[in-house]
């Protein structure tokens, strides 16, 4: 089967490039299962309900997020009530939503998608590493295939994130960067690794924000309001190839391509 990642949704222009690049893709590159990181999807920052809506009527199969999810105080009630929309299973245990689910792909095999974010630079999380244990154990028997986002700051926390589930899962990519890396692989295990998938958003910008707001950032260190950039749009993320007989993947390859919106 093939899973299509896509990197960070930011703000209209990356949900319109979504829109317009994913009913095509499904049929030209065969891809039976979308998961899309969300967080940054409503206005650059958070997302609600109709952005929720709005992704999973352009085919998206599950959505991921990260330490914005509540930037947008309604989604609180639908996240209570949703297993389609995640935020991070290593959240505090009280947390409202889900942090894995289960959703059949198109060809009804079962896949597990977890979400879980990172400690370095990060926040006052709990330990990702042990909640993937914990998570494991509960998705044992329930899905063939699983796939984690890994929303975290650090590459070496990412990493290690691979090498620790090399073997248990089909797929580790990292999200929250905005910035696509090239190390796509297949660990010696089986499991297909990608350090970050990037974004989608505009791409004449500072990770989906308008250049000179942040700019303006750095040169003066003063508070800045951050909008979402305009022009060229780039969907970017990840398609892996995986063998739902074992779980274990075959292939990755990034994807970068450019959309008019």
Known sequence: MRI???GDIVGKPGRR?????????READGIDF???NCENAAGGKGVDPGTVRELLAAGVDVLTSGNHIWAKREIVEYMSNSDVLLRPANFAPATPGWGFTVRPSRAGVA?????LIGRVFMGPYDCPFRTADAVLDSLRGRAPVVFVDMHAEATSEKVAMGWYLDGRVAAVVGSHTHVQTADG?????GTAYLTDAGMCGPIDSVIGVKRE???????TQMPHRFEVASGRVTVQGAIVDVDESDGRARAIRCLQQMIEV
């Open 17 to 25: 490039a979504v829109a317009r690049f994913l009913p095509h893709a």
């Open 185 to 189: 692989r297949i660990l010696p295990k």
């Open 111 to 115: 896949v597990g998608v977890v979400n």
């Open 4 to 6: 299509l990642f896509l």
């Open 213 to 219: 707001q942040v700019l303006q950032r750095f040169l």
């Open 34 to 36: 979308t998961i899309a």
